[in-house]
Nanobody, 123 residues
Framework: QIQLHESGGGSVQAGGSLRLSCSAS????????IGWLRQAPGKPREIVAS???????YYADSVKGRFTISQPNVQNTVYMEMNSLKPEDTAMYYC?????????????????WGQGIQVTVSS
């Protein structure tokens, strides 16, 4: 059973930075796609970024050039560095995972989920 635990959220002013961490456990292979998703009040959950083994990470258009997802060790923590934060980035952020497929996904395609962590950006 894959387990995920997020940390690093909080409140920041517009233009600031935060780094989210997703501690992943319960697997030993490299077939895991890990994504960061977010959900703002009244909006559907969306995929922000995802990473899979050595493939090029995926980013939503709204965060390209501002967010960076990384996984220094394939069996360890996934990070998301968030820079130039905007009020519209305010949401509950979730770390999620699934096996094998990591492109063309919908939020509901992820199988394993963390509990979520709040990110609030004030103007």
């Amino acid at each position: 059973q894959i387990q995920l635990h997020e940390s690093g959220g909080g409140s920041v002013q517009a233009g600031g930075s935060l780094r989210l961490s997703c501690s992943a456990s319960g697997y030993t292979d490299s077939s895991i796609c890990i994504g960061w998703l977010r959900q703002a009040p009244g909006k559907p959950r969306e995929i922000v970024a995802s990473i899979y083994s050595r493939a090029r990470p995926y980013y939503a258009d709204s965060v390209k050039g501002r967010f960076t997802i990384s996984q220094p060790n394939v069996q360890n923590t996934v990070y998301m560095e968030m820079n130039s934060l905007k009020p519209e980035d305010t949401a509950m952020y979730y770390c999620a995972a699934r096996r094998w497929v990591c492109r063309g996904l919908k939020a509901t395609d992820f199988i394993y989920w963390g509990q979520g962590i709040q990110v609030t950006v004030s103007s």
